[in-house]
């Protein structure tokens, strides 16, 4: 297969392999469950699959505190499994994207149960280690996941960092040896033939080595100066090894990670950024408006350099379904989830999916506690109930935040369970698999997976869709998100309302244009300024006579 910046004319489709196709019968997604699906990715359009951690985990923070770097988890099968997955695909044409967080390991990999024996192991300095200050932790730094980022260890009378649960200690990435060890995990995974790797926090691996209290917490870790001679030494072993790398950069200034994305010049080959998705990956329940999302938005079309690619994506394994949290996941759940997805899909950058979105899968909104597993979101029902909150406020936030929200098995049928499995899941399936899956999207032609096959063919057939020049219009707009692409004289327009009632754009009268592609079925009229709630358009715009 050539890999010549393949990634800049492919789609992307994330798989949550725990929640995708569970093919033993164990109530947990597997490799052979994403093996039998490759056809249901073809049929799609999709030219490369990105598997979330399969590594030998725990399963403390879902797969991400990792034992063991170089095997599967036996939840999910074996390496032979995972070599005949990747041979499947291959023959597919469809490439295997892993990721993979370097950023930390689990309290369970040997080298931290090694570390944590003596202060003379060889791989104690393998982590980040301090001594209390005043028989207390020793600095302000905290957790993502709340409270503080240091865990008392009594063996050696000390505390080790962890940005994230106490189950995963962050690597010292000062070692020499932790690096090594780290590319040379790199290598084994090139070797096996994969095509790229994303990954995680990565622009979190250096920390600040003064040790001081800081004022916001990221100062502790994000971006941090020195971190480039870190990126150097990855950029050789990527060079080495030919794999195309997605950077996940949550929070770190445009300036600083675009210029890591530089073209020839950069470390990484596309950026994976949260600038546009605002508070989605928290508990805030802020609203996000279409301004906003239209200028954070635009803000990363127009300020990346010519030669630097973006991410597009607008659902994940961390954050609530789109439909749910921006959309209208009630009468208009169709027709809001072709809205958002033609409103990014157009954009300069690869467009990824994450399992269900091509559905129109929305939040499963459980209504006991006990239905959820994510340990953020249990973490925060914790902390809630022990502050007096009410318990149904905060069912009600974990309704619209969790992130168990999107990890709900993908819904292949109306049989029992979704058709994800024959036990029962680990995770809950969402109660309205019997009207939103697979099999009845496949059998209707104005449904939610026609509507992303059809955009997948118009973005790879039509080279101003995919290189054209970003131009936002009506950029002050409540409800309309409209912009243009355009190269070599070719434009054209996309046209979305992102809200529940009729809006009305005077601008469409114009310029002479063609209706292309439309969410309004099954008679749209291409010149008629008002839009339904939740219309979208994609016009081609035709040169003056």
Known sequence: MPTENWWKNAIGYQIYPKSFLDTNGDGIGDLRGIQAKIPYLQK????????????????????YDVVNFTAVDPAYGTLADFEALLTALHEADIRLVLDVSFNDTSSQHPWFEQARTSKSSPFHDYYIWRDPVNSHEPNNWESEFGGSAWAFNELTGEYYYHLFTDAQPD???????????????????????IDGLRLDNIFNIKKLTTFENVMEPNQAYQNVSGIERYFDELKAVFDETGLMTIAEASSVPMESAAKQ???????????????????????????????????????????????????????????????????NDGVYRRRSAKAIGLMYFMMKGTPFLYQGQELGMTNAKFQSITDYRDFDSLRYYDVERAAGVDEEQILTVLAKRSRDNARTPMQWNNEKNGGFSKAQPWLPVNTNY????????????????????????????????????????????????????????????????????????????????????????????????????????????????
């Not at 073209?263 to 301004?291: A, T, V």
């Open 44 to 63: 799609m359009g999709i030219d490369f699959v990105w598997l979330s951690s399969i590594f030998q985990s725990p399963q403390i923070d879902n797969g």
């Open 261 to 327: 994305i530089d073209g020839q010049n950069g470390i990484f080959d596309m950026l994976y950024q949260f600038d546009h998705l605002g508070s989605w990956h928290s508990f805030d329940m802020r609203e996000l408006g279409p301004k906003r999302l239209k200028s954070a938005l635009s803000n990363w079309q127009n300020h990346l350099g010519q030669d630097s690619w973006n991410a597009l994506f607008i659902e994940d394994h961390d954050l609530p379904r789109a439909v749910s949290s921006f959309g």
């Open 171 to 193: 690597l010292n990435w000062e070692n020499q040896r932790v690096r090594k060890e780290i590319y040379e995990v790199i290598r084994f995974w090139a070797a096996k033939g």
């Open 434 to 545: 019997p009207t939103v899956n697979v099999e009845d999207e496949q059998n209707n032609p104005y449904s939610v997976l026609t509507f992303y096959e059809t955009m997948i063919r118009l973005k790879k057939q039509t080279p101003a869709l995919s290189w054209g020049k970003y131009d936002l219009i009506q950029a002050a707009d409540d409800h309309l998100y409209v912009y243009r692409r355009s190269l070599n004289g070719d434009q054209w327009l996309v046209v979305t309302n992102l809200s529940s009632h009729e809006v009305e754009y005077d601008d469409l009268k114009l310029a002479p244009s063609e209706l292309i592609f439309t969410n309004a079925t099954p008679d749209p009229i291409s010149d008629d300024p008002i839009l339904l709630p939740w219309e979208a358009r994609l016009y081609h715009l035709r040169a003056k006579g």
